[in-house]
């Protein structure tokens, strides 16, 4: 089972909304998804309970109880587990952080976003693990051309040397109607909304793929060194 967070320290960024949508790209491709929902608002799981078809299993859990809510996700044989923090949650971040395989950041394109990723940065690199950053509610490009708000998002995220992710989501309001009946943007009929999440989560899923190919490599090379018995 693989874990993502989907972590940002400022609220309203999109946490949410990306980490449901994640959850329910990976449920349509077939895999067996959990959410575990952290933020005490509960946001995830109003989104997801709203759901009439068959979806992703959801759990209100605790930073603190993560651990348990990640080996109960082991022990139902899930294949992934999303994790939605909550904003200003620094210890559950940090908590988050550790537990996920992968962590990916959501930023909206404004300055104070970005000053308020800087700690979040801070805190990945500290603990060593793979992330990345999703930039979240950008304007759409008028015939490729970005606003001007986003042009300046994009330097201030390279000066800080944040890996971005390939794909930059729009503010769509299909994103907020598609989540009220527990929808992903990928089951409406708005394809460019469709085609950001799908590319997210092919992203998603690559880096997820690459850890894997990075663990077997490092298992062959440990089973190589291994002295043979005499
Ligand atoms: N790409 C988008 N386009 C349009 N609306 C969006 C988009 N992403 C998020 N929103 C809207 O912005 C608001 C905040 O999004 P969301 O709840 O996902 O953020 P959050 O980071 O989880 O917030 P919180 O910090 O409160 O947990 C919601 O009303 C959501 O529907
Ligand atoms: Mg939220």
Do not use: C
Not at 21 to 31: F, M, V
Not at 131 to 156: D, I, M, S, W
Not at 174 to 192: H, I, K, M, N, P
Request: glycine share 8%; charged share 25%; hydrophobic share 50%.
């Amino acid at each position: 089972m693989r874990t993502i967070a989907v972590i940002a320290l400022k609220g309203g960024s999109g946490k949410t909304t990306v980490a449901t949508h994640l959850a329910l790209a990976a449920h349509l491709r077939g895999l067996d998804v959990m959410v575990a929902d952290v933020d005490p608002q509960h946001s995830a799981s109003d989104a997801l309970g709203a759901r009439e078809e068959s979806g992703p299993a959801v759990v209100t859990t605790t930073g603190a109880k993560l651990m348990s809510a990640q080996f109960a996700a082991v022990g139902l044989k899930k294949d992934l587990l999303i994790v939605d923090t909550a904003a200003g949650a620094v210890e559950d971040v940090g908590e988050a952080i550790v537990l996920a395989d992968f962590s990916v950041m959501v930023v909206r394109p404004t300055l104070m976003d970005i000053a308020g990723l800087v700690r979040t940065l801070t805190l990945a690199r500290k603990l060593g693990k793979p992330f990345t950053v999703v930039v979240n509610q950008a304007p759409v490009a008028r015939e490729g051309l970005e606003a001007p708000v986003v042009k300046r998002a994009l330097r201030g995220l390279e000066f800080m040397q944040a890996p971005l992710a390939p794909v930059i989501l729009r503010g769509r309001t299909v994103y907020q109607t598609a989540l009220e009946r527990g929808r992903s943007v990928e089951e409406t009929s708005d394809r460019s909304a469709a085609r950001e999440i799908t590319e997210l989560w092919e992203f998603v899923a690559g880096e997820l793929a690459k850890l894997t190919a990075l663990e077997e490599a490092e298992a062959v090379e440990l089973v190589d060194e291994e002295p043979a018995q005499e």
